[in-house]
């Protein structure tokens, strides 16, 4: 989380500097490394100005993760007089999700592709201060192998696959403790039993992996 800073009497108008970006973004294709840096740089021109205060609210869970797609319920809660219930709004340009607001909770329905987005909540202090604070909102893909285990005889063959969504492409590498792997994920057990692990990769994001159990008798 982004620490909670005061609103300054020159602060950006982030509202209006994101309908900039946007519309100068319809002229070209940004990549991806430029997709996940400007919502940051928007943050760092909310709260970069100001000195730092408490936190005047509290997110629950401090650090939220989702599959894409995926329903999650968060909830705000007030450490210090507020003057009316706290504000949440997305700050991003390219598909962050969606909210349905309550009040003190709300609950945000994730996009279908991965990513890091930014949550703002404002909070009115009983003096008339604003406050704001940033959040991180993990988006996760969908990287599941099918089946997650197997048991195989010596030699034996088997077919793996790797359900993916969220990634911008679904190519999959398999690496296999022993045995081996022909295309499309065909696998052929070694000729030695024991118990051995298979690791599918996404192509598309190598941070992105998921594991497979394989008994040989």
Same mark, same amino acid.
Request: one cysteine or more.
């Given at each position: 989380m982004i620490r909670l800073e005061e609103v300054c009497p020159k602060s950006w108008n982030l509202r209006g500097l994101t309908g900039i970006i946007q519309m100068h973004c319809l002229g070209f294709l940004l990549t991806p490394s430029a997709r996940s840096f400007l919502p940051l740089a928007f943050a760092a021109l909310l709260l970069g100005? +100001?000195?730092s205060a408490p936190e005047a609210v509290s997110l629950d869970?401090?650090?939220?993760?989702?599959?894409? +797609?995926?329903?999650?319920?968060l909830?705000?809660?007030?450490?210090e007089n507020l003057a009316a219930e706290p504000?949440?709004?997305l700050l991003d340009y390219n598909g962050g999700g969606l909210l349905s607001t309550r009040g003190l909770s709300t609950t945000y329905l994730a996009p279908n592709h991965a990513?890091?987005?930014?949550?703002?909540?404002?909070?009115?202090?009983?003096? +008339?201060?604003?406050?704001k604070a940033v959040h991180e909102i993990r988006v996760?893909?969908?990287?599941?192998?099918?089946?997650?285990?197997a048991l195989l005889q010596t030699g034996q063959a088997q077919t793996f696959t790797v359900?993916?969504?969220?990634?911008?492409?679904?190519?999959?590498?398999?690496?296999?403790?022993?045995?081996?792997?022909?295309?499309?994920?065909?696998?052929i057990a070694p000729m030695e039993?024991?118990?051995y692990h298979l690791t599918a990769t996404s192509t598309a994001d190598p941070s992105v992996t998921a594991t497979v159990t394989v008994i040989v008798n």
């Open positions: 100005c +100001g000195s869970p401090p650090a939220p993760a989702v599959l894409v +797609g995926e329903r999650l319920q909830h705000a809660s007030a450490n504000e949440w709004e990513g890091t987005f930014l949550l703002l909540i404002r909070a009115r202090r009983s003096d +008339g201060s604003i406050a996760l893909p969908l990287f599941l192998p099918e089946p997650a285990t359900k993916v969504k969220g990634l911008a492409r679904n190519d999959v590498t398999w690496k296999a403790e022993a045995g081996s792997f022909r295309d499309n994920g065909n696998y039993p024991g118990t």
